[in-house]
């Protein structure tokens, strides 16, 4: 089946600092990929779209200048949170969706910053 | 927008009873209707999915039924195990457009041993 690898699954940065995530397809080409927040005993927050090769479209509320989406190729997009502060401590989760109707999810990443 | 509500909030119910989650939708034009389990500090996993010209769709201990004219759609799971207790979430979704997956608020289950 469909397989999206989300890296790094935790991470600890101090505040101002900025931090990468990596979400790839490893088995399909994805279209289309969605970044999620969630918050401790809430559901998911979709963030932004991206589609590969076009800027990413975001929610309303949520900052682009904060929250840099690249989606530069069909397996790999990338959420870069710019100086981070304590607020933005959250479980990010994104998601790939190929030529068919289905979404696969990423393993999540644990975002702390100190 | 789609807005999708979900309930109830927490469910607990005994090990081999039935659990039931239900959830309604705003959207008309919304299509395509999934179920996810999450567990701690995991993402979620697809465990069943309906899509709007079906009324009913099943795979082994878990179903889903959707009433399209009510815009709402419901999970069963049956013969419940300690290893169904997670949150679940429903979405909903239109194939074409913007694809957004809008979720639901979540419900935590629990099995009671």
């Known amino acids: 089946g469909a397989v999206v690898s989300q890296h790094p699954s935790r991470v600890i940065c101090k505040s101002g600092t900025s931090v990468k995530i990596e979400c790839r397809s490893l088995?399909?080409?994805?279209?289309?990929m969605f970044w999620y927040r969630q918050f401790p005993k809430q559901s998911l927050m979709l963030m932004a779209t991206?589609?590969?090769?076009?800027?990413?479209?975001?929610e309303q509320g949520v900052e682009k200048d904060k929250f840099l989406i690249n989606h530069a190729s069909l397996t790999l997009s990338t959420l870069t949170v710019a100086s981070a502060h304590p607020e933005d401590s959250s479980f990010y989760i994104c998601?790939?969706?190929?030529?068919?109707?289905?979404?696969?999810f990423g393993s999540g990443t644990r975002l702390t910053v100190v | 927008g789609e807005n999708v509500e979900q309930h109830p909030s927490t469910l607990s119910v005994q090990e081999g009873d039935s659990a039931v989650i239900k959830c309604t939708y705003s959207?008309?034009?919304?299509?395509?209707f999934p179920w996810y389990k999450q567990e701690l500090g995991k993402g979620p996993q697809l465990i069943i999915d309906?899509?709007?010209?079906?009324g009913e769709k099943k795979d082994q201990r878990i179903a889903v039924t959707l009433n399209k004219t009510a815009k709402h759609f419901s999970l069963h799971i049956t013969e419940t195990q300690p290893e169904d207790s997670a949150v679940y979430f429903c979405?909903?979704?239109?194939?074409?457009?913007?694809?957004?997956?809008?979720f639901g608020q979540g419900t935590r289950l629990t099995i009671n041993p």
């Open positions: 998601s790939a969706r190929g030529t068919g109707n289905g979404y696969t």
């Open positions: 088995d399909f080409q994805a279209t289309t």
């Open positions: 991206s589609n590969e090769g076009s800027k990413a479209t975001y």
């Open positions: 959207d008309s034009a919304s299509n395509y």
């Open positions: 309906i899509r709007s010209n079906v």
């Open positions: 979405a909903a979704s239109r194939a074409q457009g913007a694809q957004k997956l809008v």
